[in-house]
């Protein structure tokens, strides 16, 4: 008897899954396998291994769409061909694909190079919007911990003799690795 076994994945920890989790339910899974705060780059996936692990022949793994899959063409088409080569189907539901049909087969691999190519995309324009913001004078990242005259403190109390690292710390607030990462910087 075929089974449909669902897969969710939402990349960040504050994303929900309750949308993939309803349309997968709706579409029949008896079970669905899930991975919050998990990248679909990332080939190590705690709750896609486990509904790999679940699936037998004759299932079908359905996901609520391909680059929930992963966002990697090859990555995400050799999973799928494995999938096929255990006798596993293999449907998306937002997409329509179903590898247990010629049409969806040929449909599979053209959706995952769009998959990709969004992806592709996004990667750019963030990289275009980080290096105007540069140009600008703007920088990212959280400000260093300790500011110029703290550093200077931290090097003259260093080179006294009369503190450890761990005292430098403790009296400017910072961690020791803060402390041995701001030494003779100048």
Request: no cysteine; proline share 2%; aromatic share 4%.
């Amino acid at each position: 008897m075929t089974k449909i076994v669902g897969y969710a994945r939402v990349s960040t920890a504050d994303q929900h899954l309750d949308l993939q989790r309803t349309a997968l339910l709706d579409a029949g899974a008896i079970r669905v396998f899930e991975d919050q705060g998990v990248s679909g780059t990332r080939t190590s996936r705690p709750g896609l291994e486990a509904a790999l692990d679940y699936l037998r022949s004759g299932d079908i793994l359905a996901v609520w769409r391909l680059d929930r899959l992963g966002r990697g063409t090859v990555h995400t088409l050799t999973l799928i061909n494995d999938l096929a080569n255990r006798g596993v189907g293999f449907k998306s539901i937002t997409e329509g694909l179903d590898t247990t049909t010629a049409t969806g087969k040929a449909m599979l691999g053209i959706v995952a190079i769009f998959a990709e190519l969004e992806r592709d995309v996004m990667i750019e324009r963030t990289k275009a919007g980080l290096s105007v913001a540069r140009a600008l004078g703007r920088t990212g990242g959280r400000p260093p911990a300790l500011d110029a005259r703290k550093t200077k403190l931290a090097q003259q109390m260093y080179d006294s003799g009369d503190h450890t690292v761990a005292e430098i710390a403790d009296t400017l607030k910072v961690g020791r690795a803060t402390v041995y990462r701001n030494l003779h910087r100048n």
